[in-house]
Protein backbone atom coordinates (compact mmCIF):
# COMPACT_ATOMS: atom_id res chain seq x y z
CA UNK A 1 0.00 0.00 0.00
CA UNK A 2 2.47 2.29 1.15
CA UNK A 3 4.96 0.99 -1.99
CA UNK A 4 2.20 2.65 -3.94
CA UNK A 5 1.64 6.07 -2.46
CA UNK A 6 5.27 6.25 -2.80
CA UNK A 7 5.24 5.10 -6.85
CA UNK A 8 2.23 7.39 -7.33
CA UNK A 9 4.28 10.22 -5.25
CA UNK A 10 7.65 9.97 -7.31
CA UNK A 11 5.67 9.92 -10.37
CA UNK A 12 3.76 12.76 -9.83
CA UNK A 13 6.83 14.50 -8.59
CA UNK A 14 8.68 13.64 -11.94
CA UNK A 15 5.71 15.23 -13.66
CA UNK A 16 6.48 18.53 -11.55
CA UNK A 17 10.08 18.24 -12.73
CA UNK A 18 10.29 17.68 -16.07
CA UNK A 19 8.55 21.05 -16.98
CA UNK A 20 11.89 22.29 -15.57
CA UNK A 21 13.31 20.60 -18.40
CA UNK A 22 15.17 22.97 -21.03
CA UNK A 23 13.45 23.35 -24.19
CA UNK A 24 14.56 23.66 -27.46
CA UNK A 25 13.42 27.53 -27.13
CA UNK A 26 15.55 27.77 -23.92
CA UNK A 27 18.39 26.75 -25.43
CA UNK A 28 18.25 29.39 -28.25
CA UNK A 29 17.70 31.76 -25.52
CA UNK A 30 20.81 30.81 -24.43
CA UNK A 31 22.86 30.78 -27.70
CA UNK A 32 21.16 33.95 -28.43
CA UNK A 33 22.50 35.51 -24.94
CA UNK A 34 18.34 36.43 -24.42
CA UNK A 35 18.36 34.42 -21.15
CA UNK A 36 21.38 32.91 -18.53
CA UNK A 37 22.10 29.49 -17.48
CA UNK A 38 21.22 30.84 -13.87
CA UNK A 39 18.02 32.35 -15.35
CA UNK A 40 17.01 29.07 -17.15
CA UNK A 41 16.97 27.64 -13.20
CA UNK A 42 20.84 26.85 -12.77
CA UNK A 43 21.31 28.26 -9.55
CA UNK A 44 24.73 27.47 -9.76
CA UNK A 45 25.83 29.43 -12.67
CA UNK A 46 25.61 32.50 -11.45
CA UNK A 47 27.34 34.89 -13.03
CA UNK A 48 29.22 32.30 -15.26
CA UNK A 49 29.11 32.65 -18.93
CA UNK A 50 27.88 30.29 -21.39
CA UNK A 51 30.92 30.40 -23.05
CA UNK A 52 32.98 29.17 -19.95
CA UNK A 53 32.97 25.67 -21.05
CA UNK A 54 35.18 24.52 -17.78
CA UNK A 55 32.31 25.72 -15.47
CA UNK A 56 29.52 25.10 -17.57
CA UNK A 57 30.96 21.40 -17.45
CA UNK A 58 31.36 21.26 -13.41
CA UNK A 59 27.84 22.94 -13.12
CA UNK A 60 26.26 20.32 -15.85
CA UNK A 61 27.15 17.88 -14.24
CA UNK A 62 26.33 18.68 -10.75
CA UNK A 63 23.19 19.59 -11.50
CA UNK A 64 22.56 16.15 -13.23
CA UNK A 65 23.88 14.52 -10.22
CA UNK A 66 21.67 16.65 -7.66
CA UNK A 67 18.61 16.32 -9.73
CA UNK A 68 18.90 12.29 -9.81
CA UNK A 69 20.29 12.32 -6.24
CA UNK A 70 16.84 14.62 -5.27
CA UNK A 71 14.66 12.18 -7.06
CA UNK A 72 16.68 9.07 -5.73
CA UNK A 73 16.19 10.44 -1.61
CA UNK A 74 12.80 10.07 -2.01
CA UNK A 75 12.98 6.91 -1.39
CA UNK A 76 10.44 5.13 -3.70
CA UNK A 77 10.93 1.45 -5.09
CA UNK A 78 12.68 3.58 -8.06
CA UNK A 79 15.55 4.82 -6.29
CA UNK A 80 18.01 1.96 -6.77
CA UNK A 81 17.04 2.09 -10.37
CA UNK A 82 17.55 5.98 -10.79
CA UNK A 83 21.23 5.18 -8.79
CA UNK A 84 22.26 2.65 -11.12
CA UNK A 85 21.33 4.90 -14.00
CA UNK A 86 23.93 7.76 -12.40
CA UNK A 87 26.17 4.61 -12.50
CA UNK A 88 26.72 5.87 -15.70
CA UNK A 89 29.25 8.29 -14.48
CA UNK A 90 31.03 5.94 -12.93
CA UNK A 91 31.10 3.90 -16.42
CA UNK A 92 32.64 6.73 -18.09
CA UNK A 93 35.12 7.50 -15.26
CA UNK A 94 36.35 3.94 -15.55
CA UNK A 95 36.70 4.35 -19.67
CA UNK A 96 38.42 7.57 -18.93
CA UNK A 97 40.97 5.21 -16.95
CA UNK A 98 41.18 2.72 -19.14
CA UNK A 99 42.37 5.59 -21.38
CA UNK A 100 44.59 6.62 -19.57
CA UNK A 101 46.10 3.38 -18.76
CA UNK A 102 46.55 3.12 -22.81
CA UNK A 103 48.26 6.55 -23.86
CA UNK A 104 50.00 6.91 -20.71
CA UNK A 105 48.45 10.30 -20.05
CA UNK A 106 46.17 11.85 -17.62
CA UNK A 107 42.96 12.99 -18.06
CA UNK A 108 42.31 14.19 -14.30
CA UNK A 109 40.14 16.93 -15.39
CA UNK A 110 37.94 14.80 -16.73
CA UNK A 111 36.42 12.62 -14.60
CA UNK A 112 33.09 12.95 -13.11
CA UNK A 113 33.01 13.83 -9.24
CA UNK A 114 31.44 10.63 -8.85
CA UNK A 115 31.58 7.38 -7.86
CA UNK A 116 29.28 4.40 -6.43
CA UNK A 117 30.15 0.75 -6.21
CA UNK A 118 34.18 1.81 -6.26
CA UNK A 119 35.89 5.17 -4.55
CA UNK A 120 37.42 6.77 -7.60
CA UNK A 121 40.58 7.44 -5.88
CA UNK A 122 40.95 3.64 -6.43
CA UNK A 123 39.87 3.59 -9.96
CA UNK A 124 42.15 6.22 -10.51
CA UNK A 125 45.32 5.11 -8.46
CA UNK A 126 45.42 1.72 -10.60
CA UNK A 127 48.40 1.64 -12.68
CA UNK A 128 47.60 -1.00 -15.19
CA UNK A 129 44.66 -2.77 -16.90
CA UNK A 130 45.11 -5.91 -14.41
CA UNK A 131 45.07 -3.47 -11.52
CA UNK A 132 41.70 -1.76 -12.78
CA UNK A 133 40.29 -5.33 -12.72
CA UNK A 134 41.26 -6.38 -9.75
CA UNK A 135 39.26 -2.92 -8.29
CA UNK A 136 36.40 -3.24 -10.20
CA UNK A 137 36.43 -6.98 -9.48
CA UNK A 138 33.70 -6.95 -6.50
CA UNK A 139 31.35 -4.97 -9.25
CA UNK A 140 29.12 -4.96 -11.90
CA UNK A 141 31.78 -3.85 -14.31
CA UNK A 142 33.50 -7.25 -13.62
CA UNK A 143 30.63 -9.57 -15.55
CA UNK A 144 31.91 -8.75 -19.04
CA UNK A 145 35.72 -7.79 -18.20
CA UNK A 146 36.11 -11.36 -17.09
CA UNK A 147 34.51 -12.65 -20.05
CA UNK A 148 36.48 -10.50 -21.98
CA UNK A 149 39.99 -11.87 -20.66
CA UNK A 150 38.47 -15.34 -21.29
CA UNK A 151 38.89 -14.88 -25.13
CA UNK A 152 42.02 -12.36 -25.53
CA UNK A 153 44.94 -12.03 -23.17
CA UNK A 154 45.51 -8.13 -24.39
CA UNK A 155 42.11 -6.48 -25.30
CA UNK A 156 42.14 -3.51 -27.50
CA UNK A 157 40.95 -0.05 -25.27
CA UNK A 158 37.88 -0.32 -27.59
CA UNK A 159 37.06 -3.65 -26.38
CA UNK A 160 37.76 -2.99 -22.67
CA UNK A 161 35.25 0.12 -22.81
CA UNK A 162 32.50 -1.70 -24.60
CA UNK A 163 33.16 -4.54 -21.91
CA UNK A 164 32.17 -1.86 -19.32
CA UNK A 165 29.21 0.13 -21.46
CA UNK A 166 27.40 -3.23 -21.93
CA UNK A 167 28.22 -4.22 -17.87
CA UNK A 168 26.52 -0.86 -17.43
CA UNK A 169 22.65 -1.35 -19.60
CA UNK A 170 23.21 -4.81 -18.27
CA UNK A 171 22.98 -3.64 -14.57
CA UNK A 172 20.46 -0.94 -15.16
CA UNK A 173 18.09 -3.12 -16.78
CA UNK A 174 18.59 -5.86 -14.72
CA UNK A 175 17.86 -2.98 -11.77
CA UNK A 176 14.68 -1.91 -13.80
CA UNK A 177 13.44 -5.51 -14.00
CA UNK A 178 13.90 -6.08 -10.23
CA UNK A 179 12.10 -2.71 -9.33
CA UNK A 180 9.09 -4.34 -11.23
CA UNK A 181 9.32 -1.08 -13.45
CA UNK A 182 6.59 -1.22 -16.43
CA UNK A 183 7.47 -3.03 -19.72
CA UNK A 184 7.38 0.39 -21.81
CA UNK A 185 10.15 2.53 -19.13
CA UNK A 186 12.28 -1.04 -19.65
CA UNK A 187 11.72 -0.35 -23.60
CA UNK A 188 13.45 3.41 -22.88
CA UNK A 189 16.41 2.20 -21.57
CA UNK A 190 16.47 -0.39 -23.84
CA UNK A 191 16.38 2.19 -26.50
CA UNK A 192 18.87 3.56 -24.85
CA UNK A 193 21.05 0.96 -24.69
CA UNK A 194 21.01 0.71 -28.37
CA UNK A 195 22.12 3.96 -29.00
CA UNK A 196 25.64 3.28 -27.62
CA UNK A 197 25.61 -0.37 -29.18
CA UNK A 198 25.22 1.77 -32.59
CA UNK A 199 28.13 3.65 -32.08
CA UNK A 200 30.32 0.24 -31.68
CA UNK A 201 29.03 -1.50 -33.89
CA UNK A 202 29.75 1.67 -35.83
CA UNK A 203 33.55 1.74 -34.63
CA UNK A 204 34.38 -1.58 -33.96
CA UNK A 205 32.47 -3.89 -37.03
CA UNK A 206 35.55 -6.19 -37.76
CA UNK A 207 35.82 -7.45 -33.77
CA UNK A 208 31.48 -7.67 -33.53
CA UNK A 209 31.08 -11.09 -34.06
CA UNK A 210 34.25 -12.43 -31.87
CA UNK A 211 32.42 -10.26 -28.72
CA UNK A 212 29.34 -11.39 -29.63
CA UNK A 213 30.09 -15.22 -29.80
CA UNK A 214 31.67 -14.38 -26.05
CA UNK A 215 28.19 -12.74 -25.45
CA UNK A 216 30.25 -9.85 -24.43
CA UNK A 217 27.43 -7.46 -26.24
CA UNK A 218 24.91 -9.14 -23.89
CA UNK A 219 24.50 -6.23 -21.37
CA UNK A 220 22.94 -4.27 -24.70
CA UNK A 221 20.74 -7.19 -25.78
CA UNK A 222 16.65 -5.23 -25.79
CA UNK A 223 14.83 -7.01 -23.06
CA UNK A 224 11.57 -5.70 -23.60
CA UNK A 225 12.04 -4.07 -27.59
CA UNK A 226 11.33 -5.88 -30.71
CA UNK A 227 14.30 -5.20 -33.29
CA UNK A 228 14.98 -7.69 -35.84
CA UNK A 229 18.41 -7.76 -35.76
CA UNK A 230 19.88 -6.20 -32.43
CA UNK A 231 23.35 -6.31 -33.76
CA UNK A 232 22.62 -4.57 -36.99
CA UNK A 233 23.46 -0.51 -37.38
CA UNK A 234 19.99 -0.33 -39.83
CA UNK A 235 17.70 -2.31 -37.84
CA UNK A 236 18.73 0.01 -34.63
CA UNK A 237 18.23 2.71 -36.36
CA UNK A 238 14.62 1.42 -37.60
CA UNK A 239 13.45 0.72 -34.39
CA UNK A 240 14.19 4.28 -32.99
CA UNK A 241 12.49 5.68 -35.80
CA UNK A 242 15.57 6.99 -37.88
CA UNK A 243 15.64 8.36 -41.52
CA UNK A 244 17.84 5.32 -43.03
CA UNK A 245 18.82 7.03 -45.95
CA UNK A 246 20.59 10.24 -44.34
CA UNK A 247 21.80 7.35 -41.83
CA UNK A 248 23.81 5.37 -44.57
CA UNK A 249 24.96 8.74 -45.93
CA UNK A 250 26.45 9.96 -43.31
CA UNK A 251 28.00 6.17 -42.43
CA UNK A 252 29.12 6.14 -46.02
CA UNK A 253 31.03 9.51 -45.37
CA UNK A 254 32.59 7.81 -41.95
CA UNK A 255 30.61 11.20 -39.97
CA UNK A 256 29.96 9.29 -37.20
CA UNK A 257 29.52 12.14 -34.83
CA UNK A 258 26.52 12.93 -37.22
CA UNK A 259 25.11 9.14 -37.55
CA UNK A 260 24.99 8.90 -33.84
CA UNK A 261 23.50 12.43 -33.59
CA UNK A 262 20.56 11.23 -36.00
CA UNK A 263 19.91 8.18 -33.66
CA UNK A 264 19.93 10.29 -30.15
CA UNK A 265 17.41 12.75 -31.72
CA UNK A 266 14.92 10.08 -33.24
CA UNK A 267 15.45 8.74 -29.80
CA UNK A 268 14.35 11.51 -28.29
CA UNK A 269 11.58 11.95 -30.15
CA UNK A 270 10.95 8.41 -29.19
CA UNK A 271 11.11 9.39 -25.90
CA UNK A 272 8.80 12.15 -26.27
CA UNK A 273 6.33 9.71 -27.36
CA UNK A 274 6.12 7.57 -24.56
CA UNK A 275 6.00 10.28 -22.11
CA UNK A 276 2.60 11.68 -24.30
CA UNK A 277 1.72 8.16 -23.97
CA UNK A 278 2.35 6.95 -20.68
CA UNK A 279 1.99 9.92 -18.09
CA UNK A 280 1.47 8.99 -15.27
CA UNK A 281 3.54 5.52 -15.26
CA UNK A 282 7.10 5.03 -14.43
CA UNK A 283 8.22 5.99 -17.93
CA UNK A 284 7.84 9.18 -16.82
CA UNK A 285 10.86 8.82 -14.08
CA UNK A 286 12.96 6.91 -17.27
CA UNK A 287 12.32 9.97 -19.46
CA UNK A 288 13.44 12.50 -16.74
CA UNK A 289 16.55 10.66 -16.25
CA UNK A 290 17.58 10.17 -20.09
CA UNK A 291 16.59 13.98 -20.50
CA UNK A 292 18.60 15.23 -17.77
CA UNK A 293 21.76 13.83 -19.00
CA UNK A 294 20.82 14.67 -22.66
CA UNK A 295 20.42 18.46 -21.21
CA UNK A 296 24.46 18.00 -19.36
CA UNK A 297 25.63 16.75 -22.64
CA UNK A 298 23.55 19.55 -24.38
CA UNK A 299 24.98 22.83 -22.14
CA UNK A 300 28.38 21.33 -22.77
CA UNK A 301 27.70 20.97 -26.80
CA UNK A 302 26.68 25.03 -26.12
CA UNK A 303 29.28 25.59 -24.24
CA UNK A 304 32.05 24.45 -26.58
CA UNK A 305 30.33 25.51 -30.08
CA UNK A 306 29.95 29.66 -28.53
CA UNK A 307 33.97 28.71 -27.34
CA UNK A 308 34.53 27.67 -30.96
CA UNK A 309 32.51 30.13 -32.70
CA UNK A 310 30.30 28.02 -34.12
CA UNK A 311 27.70 29.94 -35.97
CA UNK A 312 23.77 29.69 -34.39
CA UNK A 313 22.24 27.95 -37.78
CA UNK A 314 24.91 25.36 -36.98
CA UNK A 315 25.38 25.10 -33.25
CA UNK A 316 21.43 24.84 -32.78
CA UNK A 317 21.63 21.27 -34.81
CA UNK A 318 23.97 20.32 -32.50
CA UNK A 319 21.07 20.38 -29.78
CA UNK A 320 19.26 17.12 -29.02
CA UNK A 321 15.77 18.36 -28.04
CA UNK A 322 12.51 16.76 -28.91
CA UNK A 323 10.62 18.05 -31.94
CA UNK A 324 7.12 15.67 -31.40
CA UNK B 1 98.75 42.23 -48.92
CA UNK B 2 96.52 44.48 -47.88
CA UNK B 3 94.52 46.99 -50.64
CA UNK B 4 95.71 49.84 -48.23
CA UNK B 5 99.45 48.56 -48.61
CA UNK B 6 99.40 48.92 -52.58
CA UNK B 7 100.30 52.20 -52.45
CA UNK B 8 103.58 51.36 -50.47
CA UNK B 9 104.44 48.83 -53.01
CA UNK B 10 107.79 49.04 -55.15
CA UNK B 11 107.11 49.80 -58.57
CA UNK B 12 109.37 46.65 -60.06
CA UNK B 13 108.44 44.79 -63.11
CA UNK B 14 108.11 41.70 -60.24
CA UNK B 15 105.28 43.26 -58.62
CA UNK B 16 103.56 44.74 -61.98
CA UNK B 17 103.75 40.94 -62.71
CA UNK B 18 102.30 40.03 -59.23
CA UNK B 19 99.08 42.27 -59.38
CA UNK B 20 98.70 41.13 -63.08
CA UNK B 21 98.39 37.79 -61.98
CA UNK B 22 96.40 38.88 -58.63
CA UNK B 23 93.61 40.76 -60.90
CA UNK B 24 93.29 37.80 -62.98
CA UNK B 25 92.54 35.72 -60.30
CA UNK B 26 90.38 38.28 -58.48
CA UNK B 27 88.81 38.96 -62.05
CA UNK B 28 88.22 35.20 -62.34
CA UNK B 29 86.79 34.87 -58.87
CA UNK B 30 84.37 37.71 -59.55
CA UNK B 31 82.93 34.96 -62.43
CA UNK B 32 82.55 32.29 -60.55
CA UNK B 33 80.41 34.23 -58.16
CA UNK B 34 78.65 35.53 -60.46
CA UNK B 35 77.69 32.21 -62.02
CA UNK B 36 77.01 30.93 -58.53
CA UNK B 37 74.85 33.79 -57.77
CA UNK B 38 72.71 33.03 -61.28
CA UNK B 39 72.55 29.43 -59.94
CA UNK B 40 71.07 30.52 -56.59
CA UNK B 41 68.99 32.78 -58.46
CA UNK B 42 67.53 29.76 -59.89
CA UNK B 43 67.51 28.06 -57.02
CA UNK B 44 64.91 30.19 -54.94
CA UNK B 45 62.68 31.04 -58.24
CA UNK B 46 62.38 27.67 -58.08
CA UNK B 47 61.49 27.56 -54.60
CA UNK B 48 59.49 30.31 -54.43
CA UNK B 49 57.42 28.72 -56.85
CA UNK B 50 56.50 25.94 -54.25
CA UNK B 51 56.00 28.15 -51.35
CA UNK B 52 53.03 29.95 -53.19
CA UNK B 53 51.32 26.75 -52.21
CA UNK B 54 51.12 27.84 -48.71
CA UNK B 55 48.12 29.75 -49.14
CA UNK B 56 46.22 26.62 -50.18
CA UNK B 57 47.60 24.41 -47.70
CA UNK B 58 46.67 26.83 -44.79
CA UNK B 59 42.73 27.03 -46.04
CA UNK B 60 43.02 23.21 -45.87
CA UNK B 61 44.23 22.96 -42.55
CA UNK B 62 41.57 25.67 -41.84
CA UNK B 63 39.11 23.55 -42.80
CA UNK B 64 40.30 20.60 -41.44
CA UNK B 65 40.50 22.69 -37.87
CA UNK B 66 36.81 23.86 -38.26
CA UNK B 67 35.64 20.01 -38.59
CA UNK B 68 37.54 19.02 -36.09
CA UNK B 69 36.21 21.52 -33.76
CA UNK B 70 32.91 20.89 -34.43
CA UNK B 71 33.34 17.03 -34.13
CA UNK B 72 34.77 18.40 -30.46
CA UNK B 73 31.72 20.42 -29.93
CA UNK B 74 29.54 17.64 -31.05
CA UNK B 75 31.15 14.59 -28.53
CA UNK B 76 32.10 16.59 -25.74
CA UNK B 77 35.79 18.14 -24.86
CA UNK B 78 36.00 14.52 -22.13
CA UNK B 79 34.93 12.06 -25.06
CA UNK B 80 37.21 13.68 -27.84
CA UNK B 81 40.36 14.40 -25.88
CA UNK B 82 40.75 11.45 -24.48
CA UNK B 83 40.27 9.66 -27.71
CA UNK B 84 42.51 12.03 -29.45
CA UNK B 85 45.00 11.20 -26.50
CA UNK B 86 45.21 7.90 -27.31
CA UNK B 87 47.11 8.75 -30.74
CA UNK B 88 51.01 8.99 -30.21
CA UNK B 89 52.33 12.19 -31.22
CA UNK B 90 54.58 12.48 -34.20
CA UNK B 91 58.25 12.17 -33.58
CA UNK B 92 60.17 15.43 -35.43
CA UNK B 93 63.80 16.16 -35.33
CA UNK B 94 65.96 19.14 -36.64
CA UNK B 95 68.81 18.74 -38.58
CA UNK B 96 71.14 20.47 -41.53
CA UNK B 97 70.20 19.73 -45.13
CA UNK B 98 72.66 21.40 -47.76
CA UNK B 99 71.34 23.50 -50.64
CA UNK B 100 73.47 24.45 -53.14
CA UNK B 101 76.15 23.86 -50.52
CA UNK B 102 74.53 26.23 -48.08
CA UNK B 103 73.70 24.46 -44.65
CA UNK B 104 69.71 24.93 -44.20
CA UNK B 105 68.07 24.22 -40.56
CA UNK B 106 65.47 21.50 -41.65
CA UNK B 107 62.59 20.02 -39.87
CA UNK B 108 62.66 16.34 -40.66
CA UNK B 109 59.45 13.79 -39.69
CA UNK B 110 61.12 10.90 -38.02
CA UNK B 111 57.52 9.12 -37.05
CA UNK B 112 53.65 9.93 -38.22
CA UNK B 113 51.43 9.87 -35.34
CA UNK B 114 49.66 6.64 -34.81
CA UNK B 115 46.19 7.54 -35.78
CA UNK B 116 45.42 3.78 -35.87
CA UNK B 117 45.28 3.54 -31.91
CA UNK B 118 41.78 4.98 -32.57
CA UNK B 119 39.15 2.69 -34.06
CA UNK B 120 36.77 5.17 -34.59
CA UNK B 121 37.08 5.78 -37.99
CA UNK B 122 36.04 9.62 -37.63
CA UNK B 123 38.37 10.69 -35.07
CA UNK B 124 41.73 8.67 -36.71
CA UNK B 125 40.26 10.24 -40.32
CA UNK B 126 40.17 13.85 -39.32
CA UNK B 127 43.65 13.33 -37.24
CA UNK B 128 44.98 11.73 -40.25
CA UNK B 129 43.54 13.98 -42.38
CA UNK B 130 45.17 17.44 -40.38
CA UNK B 131 48.38 15.57 -40.20
CA UNK B 132 48.86 14.99 -43.77
CA UNK B 133 48.37 19.15 -44.45
CA UNK B 134 50.55 19.81 -41.78
CA UNK B 135 53.11 17.55 -43.45
CA UNK B 136 52.56 19.54 -46.21
CA UNK B 137 53.15 22.57 -44.20
CA UNK B 138 56.22 21.74 -43.00
CA UNK B 139 57.59 21.14 -46.62
CA UNK B 140 56.58 24.24 -47.27
CA UNK B 141 58.36 26.21 -44.21
CA UNK B 142 61.29 23.58 -45.16
CA UNK B 143 61.43 25.40 -48.60
CA UNK B 144 61.26 29.07 -46.65
CA UNK B 145 64.17 28.22 -44.62
CA UNK B 146 66.07 27.58 -47.48
CA UNK B 147 64.89 30.74 -49.65
CA UNK B 148 65.49 32.48 -46.27
CA UNK B 149 69.19 31.10 -46.21
CA UNK B 150 69.82 31.14 -49.82
CA UNK B 151 69.06 34.70 -49.63
CA UNK B 152 71.05 35.43 -47.09
CA UNK B 153 74.06 33.77 -48.93
CA UNK B 154 72.75 35.82 -51.83
CA UNK B 155 73.08 39.05 -50.53
CA UNK B 156 76.93 37.81 -49.10
CA UNK B 157 77.77 36.91 -52.17
CA UNK B 158 76.65 40.18 -54.01
CA UNK B 159 78.38 42.40 -51.32
CA UNK B 160 81.53 40.13 -52.03
CA UNK B 161 80.96 40.68 -56.58
CA UNK B 162 80.48 44.81 -55.27
CA UNK B 163 83.14 44.73 -53.24
CA UNK B 164 85.23 42.89 -55.85
CA UNK B 165 83.80 45.11 -58.68
CA UNK B 166 83.72 48.65 -57.33
CA UNK B 167 86.51 48.19 -54.75
CA UNK B 168 88.88 45.76 -55.11
CA UNK B 169 89.53 45.61 -59.10
CA UNK B 170 89.24 49.21 -60.01
CA UNK B 171 92.41 49.60 -56.84
CA UNK B 172 94.20 47.01 -58.36
CA UNK B 173 93.72 48.38 -62.47
CA UNK B 174 94.92 51.68 -61.02
CA UNK B 175 97.86 50.36 -58.91
CA UNK B 176 98.85 47.70 -62.18
CA UNK B 177 98.80 51.33 -64.38
CA UNK B 178 101.24 53.80 -61.91
CA UNK B 179 103.45 50.81 -61.85
CA UNK B 180 103.63 50.28 -65.46
CA UNK B 181 103.90 54.60 -65.32
CA UNK B 182 106.58 54.43 -63.10
CA UNK B 183 108.34 51.68 -64.88
CA UNK B 184 107.83 53.35 -68.46
CA UNK B 185 109.01 56.68 -67.13
CA UNK B 186 112.01 54.81 -65.04
CA UNK B 187 112.94 53.25 -68.97
CA UNK B 188 112.71 56.56 -70.17
CA UNK B 189 114.69 58.21 -67.94
CA UNK B 190 117.39 55.43 -67.99
CA UNK B 191 117.43 55.59 -71.63
CA UNK B 192 117.90 59.32 -71.39
CA UNK B 193 120.54 58.53 -69.64
CA UNK B 194 122.44 56.33 -70.99
CA UNK B 195 122.03 58.39 -73.95
CA UNK B 196 123.19 61.52 -72.43
CA UNK B 197 126.30 59.27 -70.79
CA UNK B 198 126.98 58.20 -74.51
CA UNK B 199 126.80 61.40 -75.94
CA UNK B 200 129.34 62.55 -73.25
CA UNK B 201 131.59 59.48 -74.11
CA UNK B 202 131.33 60.72 -77.99
CA UNK B 203 132.48 64.06 -77.12
CA UNK B 204 135.25 62.68 -75.05
CA UNK B 205 136.66 60.42 -77.58
CA UNK B 206 136.54 63.59 -80.27
CA UNK B 207 138.35 65.86 -78.04
Redesign the interface.
Known sequence: MKENIMKTYIIVRTIGLTTRLLTLEDYIALIRRIKSLYELGYREAEGVSIED?SEI?KVAAKTFISRLRFLASLKSPYTSLIESYLARLEA?NI??RI??I??Q?S?RE?YYPYEKSVPLKRIQEARRIEDLTKVLSETTYQKYLRRLFEITEKP???QLELAVDSAYYYYLKQTAMKCKASKHAITLLDMEGLVRLAYWL???KEEIAKLKEAEILNGFKPVKTRVVEWLEVECIAETLGVNIHELREFMSR?????AI?LVEKSFVNKLEKYKKLYKMTDVIIVYYMIRSRIEM?NL??IS??EK?K?PFK??IN?IIAPTV | MSLGSLKYLPATRGTLLKLRRRLQVVRRGKEVLEMRRDQIIREVFILINKVREREKIEEEILSTINELLKIKALRGEREFETLVGQITPPKIKLLYLSYQGIPVPQVKVVKDPETNKVKDPEISGIIHKLWSSFKKLLEIVNMELAVEKLLEYLSYINRIVNSLERNIIPQLEETIRYIEEKIDEEMISEFIVLKRISQMLRERRRI
Open positions: YREKIREYSRFHSREITINKITELEERLGYIELY
